[in-house]
């Protein structure tokens, strides 16, 4: 089945270091939803990209979808203890189903 | 609005014991969904319901049931239980009216973290 990867499984920063997180899928996807969980918490919506090379910012955190439509990728600039979470990426499974990336835990050292 | 709740929060099961997951939306929405979320592997959806009184299998049904008789409420229904359905369990809810090109946004609920012995 469809299937999206997401790198890296885990990444520790500096507060203040940028941080980045990809996500690649084997098929096209007509768009892509991102998610944070915080530590002990649930998956909340950020944002969701549809068109092909769209990029999308809120405040410190740009998204960016592929040309191809086949990957994406989340930046954060300038970490905070704030950011600490998993970021998951979603793709469409069909019928308003989504298949979620593994998710890529983010630790920030103050 | 509340959003989506679960109930309970925590539960230790043993092994053979059942039990079921309540969970439920106060937004009118369309489309609800169970996932379950292993350490490092993302959320996989094991049901889900496009409207009441229909329920559909996802990626990973085997071990659970699910009914669907009101829009508000879709609990799980875990029967015997085993040491693999460790987990953390994972309800949403989506409005269910996207197109082509969107697909809804999913609103979570807090989880039931179950661990059975």
């Known amino acids: 089945g469809q299937q999206v990867m997401q790198i890296p499984q885990y990444q520790h920063v500096q507060e203040g270091e940028d941080f980045t997180t990809y996500c690649n899928s084997s098929?096209?996807?007509?768009?892509i939803q991102w998610y944070k969980q915080r530590p002990g918490g649930h998956p909340v919506f950020l944002i969701q990209?549809?068109?092909?090379?769209e990029v999308k910012k809120q405040k410190r955190l740009t998204f960016q979808f592929g040309e191809a439509k086949k990957n994406s990728s989340l930046h954060i600039t300038a970490t905070q203890t704030t950011d600490v979470g998993t970021y998951f990426c979603?793709?469409?499974?069909?019928?308003?189903?989504?298949?979620f990336g593994a998710g890529t835990i983010l630790r920030v050292k103050s | 609005n509340a959003g989506v709740t679960q109930t309970p929060k925590f539960r230790i099961l043993k092994i053979g014991q059942s039990m079921t997951l309540q969970c439920t939306q106060d937004?009118?929405?369309?489309?609800m969904y169970w996932y379950r979320q292993d350490p490092g592997m993302g959320l996989k959806l094991i049901y889900y319901?496009?409207?009441?009184?229909?329920?559909d299998k996802g990626e990973v049904p085997n071990g659970y049931n699910v009914s669907r008789s009101t829009t508000e409420d879709f609990p799980l229904r875990l029967e015997l239980a085993a040491p693999s359905q460790t987990s953390v369990y994972f309800c949403?809810?989506?409005?269910?009216?996207?197109?082509?090109?969107?697909?809804?946004?999913?609103?979570f609920g807090p989880g039931t973290r179950l661990t059975v012995l």
């Open positions: 990209l549809v068109k092909s090379g």
């Open positions: 937004m009118n929405h369309n489309y």
């Open positions: 949403a809810s989506s409005y269910g009216t996207s197109g082509r090109a969107y697909t809804d946004t999913q609103y």
């Open positions: 979603a793709g469409p499974r069909g019928g308003n189903k989504l298949v």
């Open positions: 098929t096209t996807l007509s768009n």
């Open positions: 319901s496009v409207g009441a009184g229909i329920t």
